[in-house]
């Protein structure tokens, strides 16, 4: 499934103790170049893979072996489209190791296992459980995997590149022919004897943002690869003082290499990152052994028993109910009593006071009422707005009205004509010839 100018040959052997397994570790060779491009396996049953430190990992999950585990549709034609989700954790952890990721788009798509293993993992055997889960029947069917890393020489090569492509998801680099079409391009620029990608990691693991849904946008992966000779001329333009000022100013710079790439690959050579680990110095820091990570066996979860004991809430009921309205009517009694019964009146008052306060008390009402009566009949000024109203058209003088019996405080200034009582007849003027 390589380009086709690839001449490549493979290496299979029959693993497990049912053969149920197929290992293979794929060599590419043009031109007296060898290419170590990743390890595959595509078969689910129980079985051991010998992936090598530094090299790439992928392990598909295939949905169809996988519906063979579940019975079949009794309508005939929809067992094909049945939803299969898996689910990928260390043996006896809820996750999987650090250095393996594991991606599934759809419940309608196979799922892929990928990632780097390093140094050090090796000689230590990873058992990865792979529970698939059948949405239409709501059945499970699990299958171990288990990883031995094997350590080489060859590897990790010490020059090392990671693009960023802008076009592609993960799960569309990890198929072979997109990975080995992105090796050739690396090739042709950089013309390396030995070339293997490293790690391959999605824009999303790497802070990157879910595209919109337009144009089939796509968030991008990371690819790293590594060789054993010297970065080309074409990957360090990269580095030139013009290309980090567009760079800088978020401009594409200027590679003359990238025609190789842009045909089907999109590169943010902005992006790009070139390690020589042969000239990278080790940091050491002094920190504490952060130990295993985990907890220290406790013992068995011994759950409540199905079968719980009948249980008396008459005390719950007296303590938080009937206490409580208890008090609240008591209370209620007494103030009730205190404002209906205890009451003095008028006359109970009347007969605990002396007679001479009372005489007193009385004296002064009178000499209050008779005050105020005084004072409505005291000759006032009156107002300007209480003289007479001429009236221009017909007239008429119409008075103030004053009783006797009204406070000054409360008559309006001015009288309707409707209330009038009498008029007065203003005589014309006659004229001086008469």
């Given at each position: 499934?390589?380009?086709?100018?690839?001449?490549?040959?493979?290496?299979c052997?029959?693993?497990?103790?049912?053969?149920?397994?197929?290992?293979?570790?794929?060599?590419?060779?043009?031109?007296?170049?060898?290419?170590?491009?990743?390890i595959?396996s595509?078969?689910?049953?129980?079985r051991?893979?010998?992936?090598?430190?530094?090299?790439?990992?992928?392990?598909?999950?295939?949905?169809?072996?996988?519906?063979?585990?579940?019975p079949?549709y009794?309508?005939?034609?929809?067992?094909?489209?049945?939803?299969?989700t898996?689910?990928?954790n260390?043996?006896?952890?809820?996750?999987?190791?650090?250095?393996?990721?594991?991606?599934?788009?759809?419940?309608?798509s196979?799922?892929?296992?990928?990632?780097?293993?390093?140094?050090?993992?090796?000689?230590?055997?990873?058992?990865?459980?792979?529970?698939?889960?059948?949405?239409?029947?709501?059945?499970?069917?699990?299958?171990?995997?288990?990883?031995?890393?094997?350590?080489?020489?060859?590897?990790?090569?010490?020059y090392?590149?990671?693009?960023?492509?802008?076009n592609?998801?993960v799960?569309?680099?990890?198929?072979?022919?997109?990975?080995?079409?992105?090796?050739?391009?690396?090739?042709?620029v950089?013309?390396?004897?030995?070339?293997?990608?490293?790690?391959?990691?999605?824009?999303?693991?790497?802070?990157?943002?879910?595209?919109?849904?337009?144009?089939?946008?796509?968030?991008?992966?990371?690819?790293?690869?590594g060789?054993?000779?010297?970065?080309?001329?074409?990957?360090?333009?990269?580095?030139?003082?013009?290309?980090?000022?567009?760079?800088?100013?978020?401009m594409?710079?200027?590679?003359?290499?990238?025609?190789?790439?842009?045909?089907?690959?999109?590169?943010?050579?902005?992006?790009?990152s070139?390690?020589?680990?042969?000239k990278?110095?080790?940091?050491h820091?002094?920190r504490?052994?952060?130990g295993?990570?985990?907890?220290p066996?406790?013992?068995?979860?011994?759950?409540?028993?199905?079968?719980l004991?009948?249980?008396?809430y008459?005390a719950?009921?007296l303590?938080?109910l009937?206490?409580?309205?208890?008090?609240?009517?008591?209370?209620?009694?007494?103030?009730?009593?205190?404002?209906?019964?205890?009451?003095?009146?008028?006359?109970?008052?009347?007969m605990?006071?002396?007679?001479?306060?009372?005489?007193?008390?009385?004296?002064?009402?009178?000499?209050?009422?008779?005050?105020?009566?005084?004072?409505?009949?005291r000759e006032?000024?009156?107002?300007l707005?209480?003289?007479?109203?001429?009236?221009?058209?017909?007239?008429?003088?119409?008075?103030?009205?004053?009783p006797?019996?009204?406070?000054?405080?409360?008559?309006?200034?001015?009288?309707?004509?409707?209330?009038?009582?009498?008029?007065?007849?203003?005589?014309?003027?006659?004229?001086?010839?008469?």
């Amino acid at each position: 499934n390589f380009v086709p100018w690839f001449w490549y040959g493979s290496v299979c052997a029959i693993l497990g103790e049912k053969g149920l397994g197929l290992y293979c570790q794929i060599k590419i060779r043009t031109n007296n170049l060898t290419t170590m491009v990743t390890i595959l396996s595509k078969s689910h049953a129980d079985r051991n893979v010998y992936p090598s430190a530094g090299v790439l990992f992928v392990h598909v999950l295939e949905r169809e072996y996988f519906k063979g585990e579940f019975p079949p549709y009794p309508k005939a034609g929809d067992s094909s489209n049945d939803p299969i989700t898996f689910n990928t954790n260390l043996k006896g952890y809820p996750d999987r190791p650090g250095w393996l990721r594991y991606i599934q788009r759809t419940s309608h798509s196979d799922g892929v296992l990928y990632g780097s293993p390093t140094a050090e993992h090796v000689g230590k055997p990873t058992i990865i459980e792979i529970t698939a889960y059948n949405k239409r029947t709501f059945e499970t069917a699990r299958h171990n995997l288990v990883i031995n890393i094997m350590s080489t020489e060859e590897f990790p090569l010490p020059y090392q590149a990671e693009f960023f492509i802008k076009n592609i998801n993960v799960e569309e680099m990890l198929a072979s022919e997109v990975l080995g079409d992105f090796l050739g391009a690396v090739k042709n620029v950089w013309q390396p004897e030995r070339l293997n990608a490293i790690n391959i990691t999605s824009a999303l693991d790497r802070g990157g943002r879910v595209p919109l849904p337009i144009n089939d946008l796509k968030e991008g992966v990371y690819v790293m690869v590594g060789a054993d000779v010297q970065f080309s001329s074409c990957l360090r333009e990269v580095e030139t003082p013009q290309n980090q000022l567009r760079c800088s100013q978020e401009m594409e710079p200027v590679i003359s290499c990238d025609k190789k790439f842009r045909a089907q690959f999109h590169i943010d050579w902005c992006k790009i990152s070139l390690v020589d680990i042969t000239k990278v110095v080790p940091v050491h820091s002094n920190r504490p052994d952060l130990g295993t990570g985990v907890l220290p066996d406790i013992g068995e979860y011994n759950p409540p028993s199905e079968s719980l004991k009948s249980r008396d809430y008459f005390a719950d009921f007296l303590i938080t109910l009937a206490v409580p309205s208890a008090v609240a009517l008591v209370l209620f009694i007494i103030l009730g009593y205190s404002l209906c019964c205890r009451r003095e009146g008028v006359e109970k008052r009347n007969m605990q006071t002396p007679d001479i306060q009372l005489v007193h008390h009385s004296s002064i009402q009178k000499s209050t009422k008779e005050l105020r009566s005084m004072s409505k009949n005291r000759e006032i000024s009156w107002p300007l707005s209480t003289l007479p109203v001429f009236h221009p058209v017909s007239g008429e003088v119409v008075p103030p009205i004053h009783p006797d019996n009204y406070e000054t405080t409360s008559m309006p200034l001015m009288q309707t004509q409707t209330n009038l009582q009498s008029q007065i007849q203003i005589p014309q003027q006659q004229s001086s010839g008469k």
